[in-house]
């Protein structure tokens, strides 16, 4: 092949599948091929594979199998999945929806990533503004947030985005959703201007606030409820939300906790206490990195702790990573599916991903097996095999699309399988 650098110009967005194919090689030529991203804050995520070119000279990643390197077998988008930090300890982050992440793709002669002759060079963008897509920053009363509003003049269905610990105001994941016709409020709750930096006790005075902006005071959003999207500690901030606050029509709950963690959830006059840490139930990985699983106690035991999920009239969706190292995702899931039926509310649905780690994120996000945790002062185990991570992201992507549209739309949508 020749060497050339291309710039892509269609406006792909993250969540939707690379195509990545190479022409003008020689014939069974053996190649490497190189993916970099450059995170905002510095560090530089890459992935490479080796392949051969087929006898016309010609390399397609969705019929061509990898034969080794950061994954192998046939992944056509395996090598955005595959991406690693140059860094230890770094999560990948969006922080700046607006500016794409630019993808380099180099391809390099023969098998040695580091000394193979470069052939070719492309930039590809991926953007999290998806076409239409509008960004509306919101300060009203207490609340920070942001609102992307799909194309068209609503009402939409309304979701409220929330995160997890780190705090902050995420948006990445509510810019890419509203592309698929929902209104999305990424809300931050610490850690975001004036909020607070740290918390010891989080107030759902302030979450209603925000639910009541979204659903009375914009007029945008279809009623008769909003729903919930929660991941980690925004998991367990939405079964409180939707255990004490009205207009919570549906939640998806991303590897939450039933129970309280952490920090004191309050509202008006009822607190529920954090369960109880046993620090001497940290364990240490090979590679000398904390895996605290086994550190909080059990709800059952800590009953104070337990959520009051049977007081909500919410639909869940409940998305569990079987090998989250953070906590016990599955077993929270299960327990809060028993005390509702207990109470003669409906089951929810339980959908359980083998290997999969604790951050489920959008499509092709690259796992993130260990990292800086806030509560535990330094980096801990997240779990996840890449691979089965990856695919779970991409079910997982598709069933909450689904689940919104129905509990929120009244719409019965399929989700190809090819986002």
């Known amino acids: 092949g020749t060497s050339h650098v291309s710039k892509a110009v269609r406006l792909i967005c993250w969540d939707q599948p690379v195509r990545i194919?190479?022409?003008?090689?020689?014939?069974e030529q053996p190649v490497t091929l190189q993916a970099s991203l450059r995170y905002e804050k510095g560090a530089l995520f890459r992935a490479h594979a080796r392949y051969r070119a087929d006898a016309g000279g010609e390399l397609d990643l969705e019929r061509v199998p990898a034969l080794g390197g950061s994954f192998a077998r046939l992944e056509p988008v395996g090598l955005i999945w595959?991406?690693?930090?140059?860094?230890?300890?770094w999560r990948l982050l969006k922080r700046d929806v607006q500016?794409?992440?630019?993808?380099?793709?180099?391809?390099?002669?023969?098998?040695e990533p580091d000394g193979g002759l470069l052939l070719a060079r492309a930039l590809h963008e991926l953007h999290f503004m998806p076409s239409g897509v509008r960004r509306v920053p919101v300060r009203e009363g207490r609340v920070w947030a942001t609102l992307f509003l799909p194309p068209g003049p609503?009402?939409?269905?309304?979701?409220?985005?929330?995160?997890?610990?780190?705090?902050?105001?995420?948006?990445?994941?509510?810019?890419?959703?509203?592309?698929?016709?929902?209104?999305?409020?990424?809300?931050?709750?610490?850690?975001?201007?004036?909020?607070?930096?740290?918390?010891?006790?989080?107030?759902?005075?302030?979450f209603e606030e925000a639910v009541n902006y979204l659903l009375i005071?914009?007029?945008?959003?279809?009623?008769?409820?909003?729903?919930?999207?929660?991941?980690?500690?925004?998991?367990?901030?939405?079964?409180?939300m939707s255990s004490f606050l009205k207009g919570i029509t549906a939640a998806v709950i991303i590897n939450g906790s039933v129970a309280v963690v952490g920090a004191n959830i309050r509202y008006k006059d009822e607190t529920l206490p954090p369960v109880t840490v046993m620090r001497d139930r940290v364990k240490m990985t090979k590679d000398g990195i904390k895996?605290?699983?086994?550190?909080?106690?059990?709800?059952?035991?800590?009953?104070?702790?337990?959520?009051?999920?049977?007081?909500?009239?919410?639909?869940?969706?409940?998305?569990?990573?079987?090998?989250?190292?953070?906590?016990?995702?599955e077993f929270y899931a299960n327990e809060a599916s028993k005390r509702l039926q207990a109470h003669g509310k409906e089951k929810p649905q339980i959908i359980c991903y083998p290997e999969a780690g604790h951050y489920i994120e959008p499509p092709y996000w690259p796992l993130c097996r260990a990292a800086h945790h806030v509560l535990v002062g330094g980096p801990i185990f997240y779990g996840g095999e890449p691979r089965a991570h990856a695919m779970a992201q991409l079910d997982a992507w598709k069933r909450l699309q689904i689940f919104f549209h129905k509990h929120l739309d009244g719409v019965e949508v399929t989700i190809p399988t090819k986002l």
Request: glycine share 12%; aromatic share 10%.
């Open 217 to 240: 005071t914009l007029r945008l959003v279809k009623g008769p409820g909003i729903g919930l999207l929660g991941i980690s500690k925004g998991g367990e901030l939405s079964l409180a």
């Open 99 to 111: 500016m794409p992440f630019v993808v380099e793709l180099e391809v390099l002669d023969g098998y």
């Open 82 to 89: 595959a991406v690693e930090p140059d860094k230890p300890y």
């Open 154 to 206: 609503g009402p939409y269905p309304g979701i409220m985005d929330l995160f997890g610990l780190g705090g902050g105001l995420l948006e990445y994941r509510a810019s890419l959703l509203a592309g698929k016709g929902f209104a999305v409020m990424a809300l931050a709750y610490y850690n975001h201007d004036d909020l607070p930096q740290s918390v010891d006790t989080l107030h759902l005075e302030y």
């Open 291 to 329: 895996d605290v699983v086994e550190a909080l106690k059990s709800p059952l035991e800590d009953g104070k702790s337990f959520i009051p999920v049977e007081r909500s009239n919410t639909t869940f969706l409940f998305l569990v990573g079987q090998d989250d190292h953070n906590w016990k995702s």
């Open 21 to 27: 194919a190479v022409c003008g090689l020689v014939s």
